[in-house]
Antibody, heavy 122, light 109 residues
């Protein structure tokens, strides 16, 4: 059974940093691209970042470019999101999501974690 | 930049109704479109990919159609479990990443 379990969310002050993790199991993690998608309270879904299976291709939404860094450790079946210079508008539930494939392009997301809440507030 | 527009934003319907949700792209995205269902407090669930392909395990009352710039998600006979918010998502088009529509909430009439 495919499982994605996020952790690392919490309350952080504006300008602060946080590192999210996503532990994957039930599939060959190194074969799939992975993504972070967020959802602000009461709002819609926003794609944040993607990383290909071998970390060769990495993309970010303009809203987080230069502040967030996606990475993965295939040996540990884990996905990460380092979030720096956090702003109030980054407050959201952050989901990790498995891409349909492992290559350069982003496709659709066939498995999602349960999400972890990040709150940026003073 | 490409834009995705869903309509309506909210839809009130009764059990047994046929429901149609529309998603329009500002430029042609071929058939690179997916649909998701999300219930409150839960992660989204993939329903349809490549505009009309039904994800494994999804009930056959869900169907998708369209190509180019106009797409539809149809629920042939609305069931109590289907009251949720639905999102379209374009992918593999023009720029890296993915873009979601703003969502359509299906409410009980």
């Amino acid at each position: 059974e495919v499982q994605l379990v996020e952790s690392g969310g919490g309350l952080v002050k504006p300008g602060g940093s946080l590192r999210l993790s996503c532990a994957a199991s039930g599939f060959t993690f190194s074969s799939y691209s992975m993504n972070w998608v967020r959802q602000a309270p009461g709002k819609g879904l926003e794609w944040v970042s993607s990383i290909s299976s071998s970390s060769s291709y990495i993309y970010y939404a303009d809203s987080v470019k230069g502040r967030f860094t996606i990475s993965r450790d295939n040996a540990k079946n884990s996905l990460y999101l380092q979030m720096n210079s956090l702003r109030a508008e980054d407050t959201a539930v952050y989901y990790c999501a498995r891409d349909f494939h492992g290559g350069k392009e982003t496709y659709y997301f066939d498995y999602w974690g349960q999400g972890t809440l990040v709150t940026v507030s003073s | 930049d490409i834009q995705m527009t869903q309509s309506p934003s909210t839809l009130s319907a009764s059990v047994g109704d046929r429901v149609t949700i529309t998603c329009r792209a500002s430029q042609s995205i071929s058939s690179w479109l997916a649909w998701y269902q999300q219930k409150p407090g839960k992660a989204p669930k993939l329903l349809i990919y490549k505009a009309s392909s039904l994800e494994s395990g999804v009930p056959s009352r869900f169907s998708g159609s369209g190509s180019g710039t106009e797409f539809t998600l149809t629920i042939s006979s609305l069931q109590p479990d289907d009251f949720a918010t639905y999102y379209c998502q374009q992918y593999n088009s023009y720029s890296p990443g993915a873009l979601f529509g703003q969502g359509t909430k299906v409410e009980i009439k």
